[in-house]
């Protein structure tokens, strides 16, 4: 069980746009600290994909946009693409247990 | 460009002992602090260790802590993390990443990630 949640799979069709949720608690994402998102395409390691709630490193394509609201946090991806099928992971700090945490990650299907 | 390349990983008996290794290049090594996360087979990322700037300062998950022991070599641009008393329940992939933000304060991400190296445990 992670200590951040999110929904195992979510799908969409080329072109659409669709959201990944990453809910947490006040001692983590509710205690204001932020939220990154992480993809993994499969076979290979992650990369980062958000930081700092809702920058983008360089070379990440303006689809992919974070925002974060009280203690959770979401990542958006407009108009889908094929090659964004992928593994994603949001990653926060928990002041209770100390430790950085991570959510379950969330399977992008696209369609 | 950043690189970050791990090894040491393998196939060892449980109890027994294991030192993985990333070599770093193309950034400011001893400016960052680096982060070990694992993933075991068909699961999700799991955070393991964080190490200082300096080498000052370590954290550890609750699930190694007292059995794995990070470490790093700034005049060799290298991070260690060593494994004792390994269980199955420590087979996964062990990736080490550089970190930006306040290590201290728990403040910081995952910027650049290794390949990853693989530990299985097994008798």
């Known amino acids: 069980q992670s200590v951040l949640t999110q929904p195992p799979s979510v799908s969409g069709a080329p072109g659409q746009r669709v959201t990944i949720s990453c809910t947490g608690s006040s001692s983590n994402i509710g205690a204001n600290y932020d939220v990154h998102w992480y993809q993994q395409l499969p076979g290979t390691a992650p990369k980062l994909l958000i930081y700092?709630?809702?920058n983008r490193p360089s070379g990440v394509p303006d689809r992919f946009s974070g925002s974060k609201s009280g203690a959770s946090a979401s990542l958006a991806i407009n108009g889908l693409q094929a090659e964004d099928e992928a593994d994603y992971y949001c990653q926060s700090s928990d002041s209770s247990l100390s430790a950085v945490v991570f959510g379950g990650g969330t399977k992008l299907i696209v369609l | 460009e950043v690189q970050l390349v791990e090894s040491g990983g393998g196939l060892v008996q449980p109890g027994r002992s294991l030192r993985l290794s990333c070599a770093a290049s193309g950034f400011a090594f001893s400016s960052f602090g680096m982060s070990w996360v694992r993933q075991a087979p068909g699961k999700g990322l799991e955070w393991v260790s964080t190490i200082s700037e300096t080498g000052d300062t370590t954290y550890y998950a609750v699930s190694v802590k007292g059995r794995f022991t990070i470490s790093r070599d700034n005049s060799n641009k290298t991070v260690y993390l060593q494994l004792n008393n390994l269980s199955a329940e420590d087979t996964a992939v062990y990736y080490c990443a550089n970190v930006r933000g306040a290590v201290h304060y728990f403040f910081y991400y995952m910027h650049v990630w290794g390949k990853g190296t693989t530990v299985t445990v097994s008798s």
């Open positions: 700092g709630n809702n």
